[in-house]
Every structure is written in C-alpha cells, then in structure tokens.
C-alpha cells in the first residue's frame, strides 16, 4: 500500500509524530502530503526555543492552536538583551536591533489568527513588552494560561491586562520578571481572586530605573552590572 493511499485522518496521525523539519520536508514530496502538512488540524501544538526558529516556513499558525511555548533559554539572554537600554554597550544594541522584534511580530500574527489560544508560554523572551502581552488578552478570549519568565520589560501593566481583559483565565506566573511589583501582584490578587497568581522572585528583583545620566547612583550602577556579569 502506497503512503498516499492512507486517509486524511491516518496521514495528520503520522504527521503528528514528526518534528516541525520533518513535517515540512515529508510535505514536499507531493501535492496531497502538502496539504496534510498545512490543515490547521496538525497545529494545535506549537513550541520554539529561540526566536530564530520564528522565521522559518516549517509550521502553521491556525484557529486550531491551543499551545504556544517560545523559551530562548541562551546566556545572550542574561548578557545582552536583559541589560537595561541605558547600560548596554553599542555592540550588544546591535546584536538585540537583529532580533527584538521577532516575537512581538510574531505574536501580532497570533493574535489575529489564533483566536482559540489556551496557553502562552514565554521565557527568556527579553523584548517583549506589556502591548505584546495586553494585545494577546484581547484577542485571545479564550486563554486559560499565562506564563511569563524571565521577561525583563513586562511590568505591572501587564497584570493590568490580566484584570481587565483576563475573564477566562486560570492561572498566571509571572517568575523572574523584574519589573513586576509587590503592589501590583496585590491590585491583581485583589479584582482577580479566583486566577491561581505566581511571581517566584519578580517582587524581589531589582527593577529598571533608567536615572538622568548626571544622578546616576553609584551603589546601583555596580549592583547592576555585577548582576549581569
């Protein structure tokens, strides 16, 4: 029995063994595999794990997703784009100008086309911002799962998203997130009582507080640099 004579049903099945490169290479041999490997129905699971793999052609993003994980888990992370804009050098302004906006293009494109969203993971996704996080709120309704780690530039502002926006969700952590603070988590905890609220470490960070160049602290600047070292 040739492969092209087995269903739709049984093809997406083989399919969903495969890895996102193999997906696509399979679906390059003939007409019928290819539009196997673009039904939405094999999408409902999507995982990267550095922004460069954002911009390849090998997935599909559908109304049929329902996981999103995107983890850059990379010492560029700690070293580059988790520097303060203020603090960084011309070099490492340079290497995050390549890449900053991946995500948060990305997650444009999700929230116009993944209406059906039920978990978002982002870790060590050093540029994505409140908007980012407040735009997939809005147009993912359905989002049952928030996990934010290590994301530098998220603030309160997100949690404000989460109060506002947050009807169906369930649980949010918001771990490592520096910029994230006590009286935040408390106003979230307080008008979201019944979401599961995590923050292991975020309120007990040291958070950006870009000072006018003449009124830099000393004691500060040190703590930061060393903390990035």
Sequence with gaps: MHLTQLNRECLLHLFSFLDKDSR???SLTCQQL???????????????????????????????????TICWYSSRVLQVC?????????????????????????LAHVCHMCPNLLSLTLSGCGHVTDQDVISVLQYCRKLRCLYLENCVRITDCSLQGVVVHGDNLEEVKVDFCRNITQAGLQACKEMRPAIQLSAERSADMIPDNKPELEKVPLRRTLQKVLQFS
């Design 24 to 26: 696509r290479s399979f």
């Design 34 to 68: 290819r539009e196997v490997f673009l039904d939405p129905g094999l999408w409902n699971l999507l995982h990267f794990s550095s922004p460069c793999q954002l911009r390849r052609d090998n997935f599909v993003l559908g109304p049929l997703l329902r996981y999103l």
């Design 82 to 106: 988790n520097i303060e804009d203020w603090l960084k050098s011309s070099f490492q302004k340079d290497i995050c100008n390549k890449h900053e906006s991946l995500v948060s293009t990305f």
